[in-house]
């Protein structure tokens, strides 16, 4: 007879966070299938379908008999396609030996995580931020430093604040611009002096987190940290198809590294996954090289739905929300209702139907605050703030 399991798994299981969007969709899911009417404004996905000869680039592949394996990096035509991307999109050359195919935006960030953290390293990231930072941070057994981002500063960071965290444990700064939870967007000026001011700490390398980079609104345009040679020996950019094409379930990345990291993070990858799905790396291509008229679709209906929702929050008793420069979230303040921020997400969900994300989702600095996301029909986000305006009164 079997007695009951004694396991032992490791300590750092105890340190892995999670990201709250998948259980809050796990959460309005299961409402929905007792018959209850949701809006799901809580997770971070384009609403719209993946364009029509992207899909077909996909199928084809499958037809053609691509389906065996594939390089670790990634199939040469598509890290080449990648590079070209870079020229034209960023007017930055880029060796495509130093771009890398990844299952997803979040490998890359595991990945750059797991190589530069242990214990007694420090590792910089931005919170309000991305949950799975300060998550695979804690798990690596690095010590996590977050950047604080504020309202006042429409959630961007300052360069003097960051560089003054700097010690000589510091091995990555994390950026992200535009920024998920809050749709901030730092200021090229900001960018410039975190790079000048880097040039005293070459032990520092950065991750810079790309992937909303073609979500910007009032023609502002993207300060990419590729501008800067002086920084491509300890640079690392991620970014990929999900936001930009709506391909978040094909699992489709990429990203550059410094040429001294690119064998690791391959071998990283080949320990890891062996390589990306084949047919969604010719979808890629397709993406990539094919009509990018989509992509600015999707954005004219962003802009035009957050102008919906940011009207509509500060229109609520209680409620003030910063105009958020890209992305499609809004990270209201909610101060003045006088509840904290899981406790509205709640009610919010069960009394409206309307799923939403508490800040603190995205680390201590985001109590106080609500994100919105808006990949969602205008009709949708009206209505949702005609119901949490009456689950305020
Ligand atoms: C800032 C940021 N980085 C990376 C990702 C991960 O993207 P992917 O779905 O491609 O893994 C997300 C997804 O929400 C994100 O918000």
Same mark, same amino acid.
């Given at each position: 007879m079997y007695g009951t399991a004694e396991l032992h798994p490791a300590a750092h299981m105890a340190r892995l966070g999670t990201e709250s969007a998948f259980e809050v969709l796990a959460r309005a899911e299961a409402l929905k299938r007792q018959g209850k009417d949701i809006i799901n404004l809580g997770i971070g996905q384009p609403d719209f379908k993946t364009p029509p000869h992207i899909v077909e680039a996909a199928a084809k592949a499958l037809r053609d008999g691509h389906h065996g394996y594939t390089p670790a990096a990634g199939i040469p035509q598509?890290?080449?396609?990648?590079?070209?991307?870079?020229?034209?999109?960023?007017?930055?050359?880029?060796? @495509?030996?130093? =771009? *890398?195919?990844?299952?997803? +935006?979040? =490998? $890359?960030?595991?990945?750059?995580?797991?190589?530069?953290?242990?214990?007694?390293?420090?590792?910089?990231?931005?919170? @309000?931020? /991305?949950?799975?930072?300060?998550?695979?941070?804690?798990?690596?057994?690095?010590?996590?430093? @977050?950047?604080?981002?504020?309202?006042?500063?429409?959630?961007? /960071?300052?360069?003097? !604040? =960051?560089?003054?965290?700097? $010690?000589?444990? !510091?091995?990555?700064?994390? *950026?992200?611009?535009?920024?998920?939870?809050? +749709?901030?967007? =730092? @200021?090229?000026a900001e960018i410039e002096k975190l790079v000048k001011g880097l040039a005293r700490h070459p032990h520092v390398a950065v991750m810079s987190d790309e992937i909303y980079h073609r979500l910007l609104f009032d023609g502002r345009e993207h300060a990419t940290l590729f501008k800067y040679p002086e920084l491509a020996d300890r640079l690392i950019v991620l970014d990929g198809w999900s936001k930009t094409y709506a391909m978040t379930g094909w699992r489709l990345g990429w990203s550059v590294w410094p040429k001294s990291l690119v064998a690791g993070a391959e071998r990283l990858a080949i320990n890891c996954h062996s390589c990306v799905n084949a047919s969604a790396q010719y979808a890629g291509i397709a993406a990539l090289e094919g009509p990018q008229d989509s992509v600015e679709v999707m954005r004219t209906a962003f802009a035009e739905r957050r102008r919906i929702i940011v009207d509509g929050l500060n229109a609520l008793p209680g409620v003030r929300c910063v105009e958020p420069g890209g992305a499609f979230y809004a990270f209201p303040n909610i101060g003045g209702t006088g509840k904290d921020a899981r406790t509205l997400q709640d009610r919010f969900l069960t009394q409206a139907g309307?799923? $939403?994300?508490?800040? $603190?989702?995205? +680390?201590?600095?985001?109590?106080?605050?609500?994100?919105?996301?808006?990949?969602?029909?205008?009709?949708?986000?009206?209505?949702?703030?005609?119901?949490i305006g009456l689950a305020l009164a």
């Open positions: 598509l890290r080449e396609a990648v590079a070209a991307y870079i020229q034209r999109q960023h007017g930055v050359a880029v060796e @495509p030996e130093r =771009v *890398l195919i990844m299952p997803g +935006g979040k =490998v $890359t960030m595991f990945f750059a995580i797991l190589m530069f953290g242990e214990a007694g390293a420090e590792i910089m990231y931005p919170n @309000p931020g /991305f949950p799975i930072y300060e998550s695979v941070i804690k798990f690596s057994g690095a010590t996590p430093v @977050p950047i604080a981002l504020l309202e006042k500063t429409g959630f961007a /960071f300052d360069a003097e !604040t =960051v560089l003054g965290q700097i $010690t000589p444990a !510091t091995r990555l700064i994390i *950026l992200n611009s535009p920024a998920n939870p809050t +749709g901030g967007v =730092v @200021p090229k309307v799923a $939403t994300i508490a800040g $603190t989702a995205f +680390g201590a600095h985001g109590e106080g605050y609500l994100r919105f996301s808006y990949a969602n029909s205008a009709e949708n986000i009206r209505e949702a703030l005609r119901r």
